[in-house]
């Protein structure tokens, strides 16, 4: 392809030329000449033809042009006018309707305002209004309901004339029900099972008589899983209105010694991001919205993974932040651990890492609580359902401190202590709470099988024999899950020819009905001793034969011989291996000892030397 540009320089470079050729010859320069004017005047004279042709030739059709573009034009013009008009008339009827609306409003309004002066005045005069209006709600009440029943005889017309005083005849009058609904009853009920929501561990913490209850879960959690489990599918908003009063969501301080620092500490720290989220628009971005309970987003796998992901992104960041969390320290006048809450500093990527590991244990945490409620559930159930199976739930309560409602200040020094050993049976038709109590401070393995020895013959006396046997705890080491343990249930199975089935609830939510019962049992010592201020008890068997008549909790005591005795029993053991983390454990009728790390994983054989 010739470009433009070769094309212009090709004519500059052909004119150059012919200059310089006409310059040097003059012959050529005649001829050239010539030539030039012979071609402009060709052109000329086929202008000029041109403009003749197109003189004579279009004179008709541009006049017919013509016209029609006026005709258009004034036919335009017309329409145009004509719209103008038209606009401008339904402008003023617009105007005029409402000019009239207002009117009309002004109107209306007025007459209201007479009629309501014209009420005031009546009720003022009439008499019949004012006693109406003047009568209680309940005499209303009655007086109608005696109407109604006369209704047939009343004259023509009355209906109505007792309608103008507020008198309502034409339908049947309901009473309003004063027994609560079957939904709230359902409700009710389900916020009170153990797994749903935790008595408070503190037996003073009562609203209207009832003993407080701390829910275990966000609310909207527990309206999932009513609805999943009752299959009654109400509303949430309905269902948070039929929350009784003495279900409250605890905060960290309500759970007082008792609360569950696994749960607790990520919350908090999930929390204080929260709190970070307006001044660190970083924390903003790694947040999910609408969460704001950390158990919610655990249950979630997914969620889990990709909130643990968005947290790593904050370990490049340089801020520090100042937490609080809880962590077990050693009291120092007792020695026992006791959980204190303690405010940290650090980068913001310790955090982050503290933070990674505690939703981690978390996630397992509220894995095993579910699989071991959901146990203790089904041993619940079987029992009540089969001949031959007993479960026993059992808690050891925080001793009781006996004081005398007389005692000299002198004597204080010295209080006495009560333990209780609380707890439930199920069988089939028999079902009973009870509490074993004692003057010995004695809460290891041999003094929980004494205390238990009176529940466990009257299983043996039971109408059909029982073979399986299920206990269900919380899982202190030093109390139920440990080799003393282990060996006085192999005994007990091996000697009863039954098989012997403990499950371990998961720590920190193991408090429940054993624990409740511990309560009243308290209470009821509390009560004893305050209203027999002449009576002088010393013992937890004083106690315990005051209380007996008051209750339908069965009641037993136990003496340190009777523990002393059982505990000789006992040969040195070894250790079994991997204890603290077993959560069932079960001894087969033969001796065979199995063991699980939650209800619903694998079982192993173990070898025990006992
Ligand atoms: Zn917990």
Redesign the pocket.
Known sequence: MVSRRQIQLYNLKYRQKLQHRRAISKSFDLHFKAKQNARQRKCRQRKKEAQKNVAIVPISSSTKIDSRKVEGAKRRRANARKSKNEAEKLLKQVQQLQKENRAIKRLLSQQRSAEVNDVNTTTATSPTHLFINNISPSSKKRATKRLLSEKENLPRGSVSKLRKLGVNLSNNYDPPSSTPSILQKEIEDFLCQDDISKQAPDKKKQLHGKQIRYLLHHLSTVHQRFVTETGNSCHYSTFTRYVPDFVIKPNANDWGTCL?????NPQMKFEKLQNLKSRYSIIKSVLIDGLTDITELVTDEIKTKDFKSNLAILKDEQFTITYSEWIKKKNDESNILVSTKTTITSFIADFVNKFTNEIEN?TH??DR?RQQFRAAKNARQMAMEEDDVATIHLDWSENFKLKQARQDKASYYYEQQISILSGYVWMKNNNYSFGCASDDTNHMSEATWTALQPILNSLQNNSSKITKLNFISDSPVSQYRNKTSFYLMKQYATNNKITVKWIFL????GKNIADAIGATIKRSMDQAVAFHPDESYTNALDLIDDIKKNTTIKLFTYTKNEIDSFKKRIPSLTAVKGTASFHEVTVKPDGQFYAKNTSFGTERLLKVDF
């Open positions: 569950c620092v696994t749960c607790l978390l945490h509220i609580m998961e720590s920190g939510h």
